[in-house]
């Protein structure tokens, strides 16, 4: 089971840090993702982090204003958001798959999705 949460209401330009905790599964055997999705759009990939954290991958939207991380003996990823705009308002969710990638796929373990929004 993943456990996201951390989101909430924040103005542009202010930051938040999003966490996913895992349960029930060892999540350093895992490749971990977090995904959003908008009102009225498709869920899109945000950004991951391999099992042992050396590589990350993100998003052009969020290049160089979110960083990926995690620690494993908490069993938990953190998603730290800073420079926030409106546009990046959405539920946020993580997910766990050993080959997860950038595409959303319907078998990856997925957590129940935090809100952030992003307003004025």
């Known amino acids: 089971q993943l456990q996201a949460s951390g989101g909430g209401l924040v103005r542009p330009g202010g930051s938040l840090r999003l966490s996913c905790a895992g349960s029930?599964?060892?999540?350093?055997?895992?490749?971990i993702g977090w995904f959003r999705q908008a009102p009225g759009k498709e869920r899109e990939f945000v950004a991951r982090?391999?099992?042992?954290?050396?590589?990350?991958d993100y998003a052009d939207s969020v290049k160089g204003r979110f960083t990926i991380s995690r620690d494993n003996a908490k069993n938990t990823v953190y998603l730290q958001m800073n420079s926030l705009k409106p546009e990046d308002t959405a539920v946020y969710y993580c997910?766990?798959?050993?080959?997860?990638?950038?595409?959303?796929?319907?078998?990856?373990?997925w957590g129940q999705g935090t809100l952030v929004t992003v307003s004025s």
């Open positions: 029930g599964f060892i999540m350093d055997d895992y490749v």
């Open positions: 982090i391999t099992w042992s954290g050396a590589s990350t």
């Open positions: 997910a766990a798959d050993p080959l997860l990638t950038s595409r959303v796929d319907d078998d990856y373990y």
